[in-house]
Structure formats: structure tokens, C-alpha cells
T-cell receptor, first 115, second 113 residues
Framework: EPEVTQTPSHQVTQMGQEVILRCVPI?????FYWYRQILGQKVEFLVS????????KSEIFDDQFSVERPDGSNFTLKIRSTKLEDSAMYFC?????????????FGDGTRLSIL | DAKTTQPTSMDCAEGRAANLPCNHS???????VYWYRQIHSQGPQYIIH???NNETNEMASLIITEDRKSSTLILPHATLRDTAVYYC??????????????FGQGTTLQVKP
């Protein structure tokens, strides 16, 4: 069964450094998402991406965050200057197309630890 | 998107059916009910979804009341591997809606031997 894959599984970074989290969505999917989950808290929506542009972003997704689809398969989340509070699990998700009732499918996440 | 209410936790004996309730009394006609689960800190795993008819797949059954104000996820023969946090989420399907998912705290299901 097709799945969303994320790399790396664990990223340790010094505060203030840039980090890029990578995702390979399911191959025929067109809508992409990033979510995060701080330890012990709820899964929170960050951003959605369709047709090479952001379609919606949350208040969490400030100027330090950016997303990109650099080629036909990867979808990345960049944090420009990491803060301690960015430590969390980051999940990528994808679904087939807009206006579809089909579900999003999630990857197993990247654990980001900021020192 | 309509809000959902779920019990914080439930226990179930291994091999028995697990019935997880969800209240979504403000659901609108265009909103689907989705169920996901999260095992440890893995990514949320899709289980099943429905609009108004009952649904069944290889993982579970979804029973939606006639007024659509509540639903129940049924795991017919729970195993220890079904221990997880289960999320009931209501999502819109209108033009322009991005389909983002709003997660609550979910129900922690503990399957016991």
C-alpha cells in the first residue's frame, strides 16, 4: 500500500540553526500538509499546500517557516532559525485532490529536538 | 468545522469489541466524520470515514446515528495492538476548503489481556 515517507526520523539541531524536514507524499496525491505535535499535546495543523502554493496556514506558521515542493516527489518544511519551542514531532500528510472526501494519509513523522 | 466530544479514556478486554463513541451535535450536512488513531508517537493512521450511512472496512465499522449528531467506531475483536489514542474528526468538503484536520484530545483506548 502506498505510504507517506519522512526523513530523517530524528533530527537534533542547535538553537538558531536552520533545519529542513523532508517528506515524500503518496505519488498521485496533489494536496500536502504539515502538522506538529509537541510532546504530550494535540496534533496541530501548520500549513496546507496545493498547486505550488500555500492554501492555508495556521498562526503557528510564522515567517520562520516555509514549505516547498522542489521537484515532483519531495515536499519540505524549513525552519529558518530554530527555537527551543520548535521541539516537536512533525508530521507530513497528503491526500488525492481538492474537494475529495478521501482521507489524508500521514507519515510517521520527524522528531525534532532543539538544544 | 464542527467540534467533537469524546471520552478521555476507555478500557477493553482483548478479543472483545471496542465501541468508541463520539458526539458531533453541531455537524452540518456537508461534513464527513473521520476516525484516525495514533499509536505511541507514530503518525495518525486513517481508520474509516462516513457521511450518513454506516461504513465497514477491514479495520473497523462506523455507525452514524440517523440525525448524524453522534457516531460510534467499532473494533470488532480488539487486540493489544489496538491500544492507541483514537480521534474522531469532522471535516468539510466545500469548494475552497483546504481539508485540514483539527485534532482534539481523542480517546485513549487501553486493550487489556
Amino acid at each position: 500500500e502506498p505510504e507517506v515517507t519522512q526523513t530523517p526520523s530524528h533530527q537534533v539541531t542547535q538553537m538558531g540553526q536552520e533545519v529542513i524536514l523532508r517528506c515524500v507524499p503518496i505519488s498521485n496525491h496533489l494536496y500536502f500538509y504539515w502538522y506538529r505535535q509537541i510532546l504530550g499535546q494535540k496534533v496541530e495543523f501548520l500549513v496546507s499546500f496545493y498547486n505550488n502554493e500555500i492554501s492555508e496556514k495556521s498562526e503557528i506558521f510564522d515567517d520562520q517557516f516555509s514549505v516547498e515542493r522542489p521537484d515532483g516527489s519531495n515536499f519540505t518544511l524549513k525552519i529558518r532559525s530554530t527555537k527551543l519551542e520548535d521541539s516537536a514531532m512533525y508530521f507530513c500528510a497528503s491526500r488525492d485532490r481538492p474537494y475529495s472526501n478521501q482521507p489524508q494519509h500521514f507519515g510517521d513523522g520527524t522528531r525534532l529536538s532543539i538544544l | 468545522d464542527a467540534k467533537t466530544t469524546q471520552p478521555t479514556s476507555m478500557d477493553c478486554a482483548e478479543g472483545r469489541a471496542a465501541n468508541l463513541p463520539c458526539n458531533h451535535s453541531t455537524i452540518s450536512g456537508n461534513e464527513y466524520v473521520y476516525w484516525y488513531r495514533q499509536i505511541h508517537s507514530q503518525g495518525p493512521q486513517y481508520i474509516i470515514h462516513g457521511l450518513k450511512n454506516n461504513e465497514t472496512n477491514e479495520m473497523a465499522s462506523l455507525i452514524i446515528t440517523e440525525d448524524r449528531k453522534s457516531s460510534t467506531l467499532i473494533l470488532p475483536h480488539a487486540t493489544l495492538r489496538d491500544t492507541a489514542v483514537y480521534y474522531c474528526i469532522v471535516r468539510l468538503h466545500l469548494s475552497g476548503n483546504t481539508g485540514k484536520l483539527i485534532f482534539g484530545q481523542g480517546t485513549t483506548l487501553q486493550v487489556k489481556p
